[in-house]
């Protein structure tokens, strides 16, 4: 039996993290449980972020504040007896409990999301007035990535869009930019929708398959609705497996329309460059990582923020006349299945975004934000794109059930930060305490009426643009009936390793299915992009490759589509360095720091945990041959023991020398460490014997991107210089 205390005790100052013996203080917040500062709905500072840790007081009290003796033990009539239904902490505490959850995200359950700053460059000044956008103007910002078919426990490197959404706090009230990693989508007008969303989801019957897109009733819809093509192609593209958010482009997607401080309008799309490159994962690679760590994207996205490798992106937008017509050299501009490729239109940088705190709270912060396309400032208008109309009326809606009313505006992460004078009151969840007697206008109560704003004192005005007389009707335009020359664009702009992982999803994802009426005609829409990726997937497949059923459009590639090709900073990504007890640990030592010192994550993995060698210097074991997998990794060192070559590497029952094959001896989780990293064309160094392994492995010392190092810094030089293409791209298509 528990004994109440004696009240009134006072609290100690707080001297360890272990369980309490007596009551004391909480402990002081650590650095990343501060936040940005979030402002109440009349602009005021809230105290509801002022108390960032579990603790509040030195008492555990119940939710009235009533300090409490007992938490673990139901109120029974005697030891063995019956629970009593006068418990009323065992009711508080159960009830709440059954209420934790709210609706998931109907798409786009799983994220991520972080706190950030944006810095305008001013470079838009000349298109739009937004006051976010002017020189050296700092505005905080939190994003949200996202999956859009998994459920919110579901794994983050399936093959999917992903959500990239921007919240701007800006001083004229929010901003969002909710866009994704592909610049087109599935549906040209929002009343479809629920169609793809529908289709994409698990099977209503058995709820499966869960986060994929490979099964029956996505690839009915999208091989009977063609405008959806352009997105499955970037989907069945590397762009579908990201290898890190931080490693993602951005789309606004839609042509928005921009106001300068004349009034004068130009119609722009907003792009997110990553400073890391844009980069992703081979499919084998996503697939062993939904196993080993299905929080691969969220884990790098947190881990990089704690470690200070702040990632960044420049916000960019490429520019078109604001025409009647809205095209740009023949393409439509409010048809959301088309890009204006950069070699047209150049992606001009207007700010840069960097992502400096995790959220403290992943419930309150990255679960309740709330997202809206309609949370404009003045300076940047909407389009008639249709989809972008639907979205407008979706998303305020969508909280309303999601979050439980209709004050979702007043949850601290999504309160504006411009000062908020608005007569909505009362509701579900109403938390301000409005004063006065006259909520609304026109009034003569309460001082007066609040002054409405013109343009020049920063109102929201809509731009005046000419509606064309017609008559009302169910239908698209002419225009947005070619389905087939964008998605023949992209895969055009293609590089030959990047056709064959298009190829290979194709091939997986059509095979997949279980009807053969949508395997062809899944292949019919493939051959009105290219008879080449056609005839290759039916060949896969194992069908008859189709005739195309319209002209193969004439068109040019856009190379800037590509990822393949380029260089980019090498800073923040990960290698494994593989060392056993004995080896050569001054050559991992050196290859650590020089790792550190070219701005790269080393992770020691060792047989087992602990350190190697504890009389020495000792080397921390950050990953164990059980708990490493090479997915974690953008390169691999391997350090032998220069006198005992591979045999070093034994598994537990081989005896040293026992290399009657040299595979046989060795531990297989290093040989599958290495052939996998060899397989998914990434860097491999060893040294001091350790390429004994290598060829246990099956890996050819000659082959591009494996070297046989003299040091453990030379090692890591070599594959320092390889990291900036991502990966040893001409071992491929072999490879994967
Ligand atoms: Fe959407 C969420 C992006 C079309 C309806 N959408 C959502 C999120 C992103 C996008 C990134 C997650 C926001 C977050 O992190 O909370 N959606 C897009 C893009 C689209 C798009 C780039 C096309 C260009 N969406 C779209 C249409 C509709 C919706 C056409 C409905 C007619 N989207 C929603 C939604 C969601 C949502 C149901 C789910 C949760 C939420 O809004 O807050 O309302």
Redesign the pocket.
């Given at each position: 039996m528990t004994t109440p205390p004696t009240p009134g005790a006072p609290a100690p100052e707080p001297s360890s993290v272990d369980e309490p013996t007596e009551a004391r203080a909480p402990l002081p917040p650590k650095p990343d449980q501060t936040g940005p500062e979030t402002v109440s709905p009349t602009g005021q500072p809230t105290g509801a972020d002022q108390a960032r840790v579990a603790q509040s007081g030195a008492y555990l009290t119940t939710a009235q504040g009533t300090r409490l003796y007992d938490t673990d033990h139901s109120l029974k009539a005697g030891a063995r007896g019956p629970v009593l239904l006068q418990d009323h902490h065992l009711r508080e505490k159960i009830t709440h409990f059954d209420h934790e959850r709210i609706p998931e995200?109907?798409?786009?359950a799983r994220?991520a999301a972080a706190h950030g700053v944006f810095r305008g460059y001013g470079t838009a000044a000349g298109v739009c007035r937004a006051a976010f956008l002017g020189k050296d103007v700092e505005t905080p910002v939190f994003v949200?990535f996202?999956t859009v078919l998994g459920s919110r426990g579901s794994a983050d490197t399936v093959r999917d869009t992903r959500?990239?959404?921007t919240k701007f706090y800006t001083s004229e009230g929010t901003f969002d930019l909710?866009?994704?990693n592909i610049p087109v989508?599935f549906v040209q007008d929002?009343i479809k929708?629920p169609d793809i969303v529908h289709a994409g989801k698990p099977h209503p019957d058995r709820e499966i398959p869960q986060a994929q897109s490979a099964h029956d009733t996505f690839w009915d819809f999208v091989t009977l609705h063609t405008e959806a093509t352009h997105h499955t192609l970037w989907n069945m593209s590397d762009r579908g497996i990201p290898r890190s958010y931080r490693m993602m482009e951005g789309f606004g997607?839609?042509t928005f329309r921009l106001v300068d401080a004349d009034g004068g309008t130009t119609l722009a799309k907003f792009h997110w460059k990553p400073k890391l490159g844009v980069h992703s994962l081979v499919w084998e690679e996503a697939q062993i990582i939904n196993g080993v760590d299905p929080d691969f994207h969220r884990r790098d996205l947190a881990d990089a923020i704690e470690a200070g490798a702040y990632p960044q992106w420049e916000l960019g937008i490429q520019t078109f006349p604001d025409t009647p017509e809205q095209t740009f050299e023949g393409i439509d501009l409010l048809d959301?299945t088309n890009i204006v490729p950069e070699e047209l239109a150049p992606v001009q940088p207007i700010g840069l975004l960097t992502l400096n705190a995790n959220p403290s709270n992943f419930f309150a912060e990255t679960e309740q934000?709330?997202?809206h396309p309609g949370h404009l400032v003045p300076g940047i208008d909407i389009t008639d794109d249709p989809?972008l109309s639907?979205?407008l009326f979706?998303?305020l809606d969508?909280?309303i059930s999601r979050l439980g009313g209709p004050n979702f505006a007043q949850i601290p992460i999504n309160r504006p930060h411009a000062p908020v004078n608005d007569m909505l009151r009362d509701g579900m969840h109403q938390t301000a305490v409005h004063r006065g007697v006259a909520p609304y206008r026109p009034n003569s109560l309460d001082g007066g009426c609040p002054f409405l704003a013109g343009a020049d004192t920063g109102a929201y005005v809509e731009t005046p643009v000419q509606v064309p007389a017609a008559k009302k009707v169910r239908e698209a335009p002419v225009s947005f009936a070619d389905h087939f020359s964008q998605p023949r664009l992209f895969w055009l702009s293609m590089s030959p390793v990047e056709r064959e992982h298009i190829i290979g999803a194709y091939t997986f994802e059509l095979g997949k299915c279980y009807e053969q009426a949508i395997k062809e005609r899944g292949l019919r829409v493939l051959a009105n992009i290219d008879s080449e990726l056609c005839r290759r997937v039916a060949e896969g497949l194992g069908l008859p490759a189709p005739e195309p059923t319209v002209p193969l459009a004439e068109v040019a590639p856009s190379p800037a589509l590509s990822q393949v090709g380029r260089t980019w900073p090498a800073q923040g990504r990960i290698v494994g360095i593989v060392a056993v007890p004995g080896g050569d640990l001054d050559g991992v030592r050196a290859a650590r720091s020089a790792a550190l010192e070219a701005g790269l994550v080393p992770l020691v993995v060792a047989p087992t945990g602990g350190v190697l060698d504890a009389d020495g210097e000792p080397i921390t074991v950050q990953r164990t041959f059980v708990t490493a997998r090479s997915t974690e990794f953008d390169a691999l060192l391997l350090a032998g023991v220069p006198e005992r070559g591979a045999d070093a590497y034994g598994a537990r029952d081989a005896k040293a020398g026992d290399a009657a094959t040299a595979a046989r001896g060795i531990d297989p989780r290093v040989l599958l460490m290495v052939s996998e990293t060899f397989r998914h064309a990434k860097a491999i160094a060893a040294w001091a014997g350790a390429d004994g392994v290598l060829q246990a492995a099956g890996v050819p010392l000659d082959a591009p991107g494996v070297a046989v190092a003299e040091s453990g810094e030379r090692a890591l030089a070599e594959v320092l210089t390889l990291l900036p293409a991502h990966r040893v791209w001409e071992r491929f298509p072999a490879a994967l």
């Open positions: 995200r109907v798409v786009h994220g949200r996202s959500g990239f959404a909710v866009g994704n989508f929002a929708f997607v839609h959301p934000v709330a997202f989809l639907g979205r979706s998303y969508t909280q």
